[in-house]
């Protein structure tokens, strides 16, 4: 069992950056794949980037590639979004995903982008 609790999202203009970060609780933290998502109003959820359980390996969306990092501090059982160069487009709820077997999701974080 994993649960998880996403902070630091919020308004911020074209061009400014925020870092997500995402608690979890659980003996499976160290273990699981861990993801973020997004969802804008009106459109399904998309995939944004995900990290290895050691942290070694990362993958993003092409939509974020080179404005993201993903990353992993496994003691702090904690992940992280760093967002910079940050579109109007990018506005959307950001939940952060587990899965260690089953799949886990927080209650997402709001991130306002404005032009």
């Known amino acids: 069992q994993v649960q998880l609790v996403e902070s630091g999202g919020g308004l911020v203009q074209a061009g400014g950056s925020l870092r997500l970060s995402c608690a979890a609780s659980g003996r499976s933290f160290s273990s699981a794949l861990m993801a973020w998502f997004r969802q804008a109003p009106g459109k399904e959820r998309e995939f944004v980037a995900q990290?290895?359980?050691?942290?070694?390996?990362?993958y993003y969306a092409d939509s974020v590639k080179g404005r993201f990092t993903i990353s992993r501090d496994n003691a702090k059982n904690t992940v992280y979004l760093q967002m910079n160069s940050l579109k109007p487009e990018d506005t959307a709820v950001y939940y952060c995903?587990?899965?260690?077997?089953?799949?886990?999701w927080g209650q997402g974080t709001q991130v306002t982008v404005s032009s």
């Open positions: 990290i290895a359980r050691s942290g070694g390996s990362t």
């Open positions: 995903n587990a899965h260690s077997g089953l799949d886990y």
